[in-house]
């Protein structure tokens, strides 16, 4: 795929859980090249399943940081096969899983100046980290950590308010407290700790690059609002972590130039930039364009919620991020576990399998359900911790059932007033002209979708996800170069496709919705009580 010579490319790189991604755009964004490695079935000497090794105590999850260095030599031998030509890559930028940490050996910043063409990365970096086995964001080994985090600080909503999320086991911080307490030789031996993003973006600077402010902010150890590492969090987590960090900088920051390395090796120009690299969710908030005002909400496995924050109002549920386009703004994440599986259950029980059946019974039913409110945790829930199933008729008594049209009514409605409720605790609000940006397995469904529309009273309008972090890091290597002359994000992205508009809100949702998330703010809190009784 040989670009034409006077053409101008941005790349954009996910070092995600499973694989390596890379999308190509012109400087019209325009897609012009796209391409992966699967870490399971191309790098089969690592041993991984789903890209990662699940260690015996069920708790600990690790991936081998030089399957994802090997990762790179071999996409950037493939696209070089395929006839990109890498001369044209004025800038890029990349993506990496959020949370997950990469420890390099003292001595690994001198060899990543001094990289010699002739030989891969693998080749090269085989000895440049003290820690092989990177903690990763599947990894829930580090409770205790958690526990003493929010100790020293003056509890979890105290942390919350400081770095936008309470303690999480996943989260940056709190591996690394675990690993410099489990393995002191190992920590001894560190001269830098990079977040996954933050080590992919070294690799192609042949030089440590800072941590940006918006993956930064899912360490539990940035304080998001002077955007600079909390010294009461640094402290309670290991000694000396500022120097082992470095100074973390702005999402949109050019880094420097590409390493020679590449230059020599791949034909990239000397004057291709390196603009900082961010975790996968920021960056997917990019390939989706959120602006102020917007929610995305990704209808998968489990429901995650994207929101466009200006006041953050952190809570000990969702995360608070800084923003990865924006240094005034934030973004806001929700997750949901009892998403598709649930609503596939009552599709089965309540309309026969069939999503036809389950569309009609929306049809069929009035906006607001007659009053009737449900709650369907069939798992644990995250946001809120509540399990089981909960039926309130419109005087806010509990009934053991209702009809089936009623029932899958109460499941779709019940679940977007929750998505919604949530994300205004944290600090979002419905503007004139907010959009709801939908994607995954049920935006495929005219009907769920207009109920989304009537529940946040905005017009839905459908994306396709597969690629926004690759696509948001393009973007956002692009936006890099036009930064610094005070260009807008929003204006770098204007000539990107549109979303396609899905649904409008019913003229008389708001009244109805409105009034109803009063109404389900109660009572969730009648069911967080008695999921508290009982468990």
Known sequence: MAAAPDSRLYLGLDFSTQQLKVVAVDGNLNVVHQDNVQFDSELPEF???????????????????LMWVKALDLL??????????????RALSGSGQQHGSVFWRKGASHTLNQLDPNQSLHQLLQDSFSVRDSPVWMDSSSSQ????????????????EITGSRAYERFTGNQISKLHGSRAEDFQNTERISLVSS?????????YAAIDYSDGSGMNLLDIKTRNWSRICLEATAPHLDGLLGPPLPSTSVLGPVSSY???????????KVVAFTGDNPASLAGMRL????????????????????????????HIFCSPVDLQAYMALLCFKNGSLTRERIRNECAGGSWEDFSAALNDTPLGNDGNIGFYFDAMEITPPA?????????????????????????VEGQFLSRRLHAERLGYSIMAGTRVLATGGASSNQEILQVLSDVFNAPVYTIDLSN????????????GLLAESGVSFFDTVKKAPEPQLAASPHPAAKQVYDEMLKRFARLEDRVLLKTNQTT
């Not at 080590?199 to 600077?205: D, E, H, K, P, Y």
């Not at 926004?468 to 936006?479: D, F, I, K, P």
Request: glycine content about 10%; some cysteine.
């Open 47 to 65: 041993r991984t399943q789903g890209g990662v090794h699940i260690h015996p105590d069920r708790l600990t999850v690790t991936s081998p940081v």
């Open 262 to 272: 590449f230059v020599h090796r791949y034909g990239f120009s000397e004057s291709c």
């Open 468 to 479: 926004s972090a690759c696509l948001g890091s393009a973007y956002r290597a692009l936006h």
């Open 76 to 89: 950037l031998d493939k696209m070089k096969g395929a006839g990109l030509d890498f001369s044209c890559v």
């Open 387 to 411: 399990v089981g199933v909960y039926r309130f008729d419109s005087d806010d008594h509990e009934v053991s059932s209702w009809s089936p049209q009623v029932e899958v009514r109460a499941l």
């Open 291 to 318: 602006q102020q005002g917007d929610v995305a909400v990704s209808l998968g496995t489990s429901d995650t919620v994207f929101l466009w924050i200006q006041e953050p109002r952190p809570a000990l549920e969702g």
């Open 145 to 160: 950590q958690c526990r003493d985090l929010q100790a020293a600080v003056g509890g979890a909503l105290r942390l919350a």
């Open 199 to 207: 080590f992919a973006a070294s690799l192609f600077l042949g030089g």
